[in-house]
T-cell receptor, first 114, second 117 residues
């Protein structure tokens, strides 16, 4: 059984650019959550997708957007990058969107904005 | 809003010593509680979770945690640590209302556990 995978591993962008991060969920999982982890801090919830629909959003501006595809993989898009967007972006998948469904995390994408 | 406070940012211990990593949460209603571990350059791995029932929860790698509702705490313990336990540990909660707001995890700032030989 393949775990949660994310691509790319590392990414360097300049301020104002746009970026797309990708996540493949674990087999059989229909829910994907995205988190931003700034250096030295705990992860912050960005949003969650359940069966291709957004199912909750954290305190992030609209330039953070996402998609979930029919195979339940997901993308995180960030427009107009700012220096403060530099962080580790974590994707987590779960079997369902319930509180009892464990979220399994991928290794993350390290984004650096110069 | 829910919040989680991890009382120690760094905890150094010697190998085979016991350890306790402290976590307090703020909530006037029931929450669901989790401990995750993050090894260098890796994602997070679930150690254990409390949803209901027995207040003493056992997890993987010999860790356990005790839910204390009156003190709003969920401290993580291990009776004897190994070098391989060196990692960042995160306490997290899922708040009520998750049915409509997404089962979002709210994390603490993390505790770096360093096990020395």
């Amino acid at each position: 059984e393949t775990g949660v995978t994310q691509s790319p591993t590392h990414l360097i962008k300049t301020r104002g650019q746009q970026v797309t991060l990708r996540c493949s969920s674990q087999s059989g999982h229909n829910t994907v959550s995205w988190y931003q982890q700034a250096l030295g801090q705990g992860p912050q919830f960005i949003f969650q997708y359940y069966r291709e629909e957004e199912n909750g959003r954290g305190n992030f501006p609209p330039r953070f957007s996402g998609l979930q595809f029919p195979n339940y993989s997901s993308e995180l898009n960030v427009n107009a990058l700012e220096l403060d967007d530099s962080a580790l972006y974590l994707c987590a998948s779960s079997a369902q969107a319930g509180v009892t469904d464990t979220q399994y995390f991928g290794p993350g994408t390290r984004l650096t904005v110069l | 809003a829910q919040s989680v406070t991890q009382l120690d940012s760094q905890v150094p211990v010697f190998e085979e010593a016991p350890v306790e990593l402290r976590c307090n949460y703020s909530s006037s209603v029931s929450v669901y509680l989790f401990w995750y571990v993050q090894y260098p350059n890796q994602g997070l791995q679930l150690l254990l979770k409390y949803l209901s029932g027995s207040t003493l929860v056992k997890g993987i790698n010999g860790f356990e945690a005790e839910f204390n509702k009156s003190q709003t705490s969920f401290h993580l313990r291990k009776p004897s640590v190994h070098i391989s336990d060196t990692a960042e540990y995160f306490c997290a909660v899922i708040a009520p209302g998750w049915e409509t707001s997404g089962s979002r995890l709210t994390f603490g700032e993390g505790t770096q556990l360093t096990v020395n030989p």
